[in-house]
C-alpha cells in the first residue's frame, strides 16, 4: 500500500491589529489559523506569516508579497468592522484582480446565527494572479464558525463554511489541489474535479 500524496502548499496567513503588532496584547489571530488549517488540510502546508498594523498601504504590500511568494491562499484576520481604522476590505480590494463576493456574503449569513453585529462586517474575498485572497473575522471562535460553517449536535452540516469551496476555487486558479478532512471541513468538487485517491 503506497501512501496518498499531497500536493505541497503554501498559505499566507496576516493578522492585522494595531495594539497586537505593537506589543500591547498578544495576537490570536495567527495561532488560530495556523491551527485551523492544519487541522482541515492533509497537504503539507508551509506557512507565511504576518503581523501588521491598520494601515491600508502596508496591508496590501504585505497581500502582494506574499503572493509573489507563491502562496495559493492568503487568509487575513482583523480590520474588517466599521471602526475608522479598519481598512483590511479597501486594502484588499486595491490589489485584486478579480472580486469573489460570494465569500462575504456567506461568512455575514454564518455569523449571523451568533450575533445581530454580523451586519457590519465588511470581509471580502479576491483573486490576484494564481491566489484566493480571503478576509476572515477577528475572533478565532469567529474565524473557526466561518471556515467551518454550522453544524448540529450529531455533527451534520446545518450550514456550509467557507472553506468548503476553496480547494475548488484554488483548482480553478491553477493552484495545489488541496484535500481537505472531512470531519473538520468537507471541500466540495464536481465528480469530474475530484482526483482519485491512492491506494
Known sequence: MSEAVHDAVKIGIVSISD???????EDKGLPALQDWLTRALYNPITFESRLIPDEQAGISAALI????????LVLTTGGTGPALRDVTPEATLAVAHKEMPGFGEQMRQISLKFVPTAI???QVAVIRDQSLIINLPGQPKAIAE???GLKDANGQQIVPGIFAAVPYCVDLIGGPYLETRDEV??????????RAKTA
Open 185 to 194: 471541513c468537507k471541500a466540495f468538487r464536481p465528480k469530474n474535479a475530484v
Open 146 to 148: 466561518t471556515l467551518e
Open 120 to 122: 457590519l462586517s465588511r
Open 65 to 72: 508579497e506574499l503572493v509573489n511568494a507563491g502562496c495559493s
Open 19 to 25: 495594539r497586537a503588532s505593537s506589543g500591547v496584547y
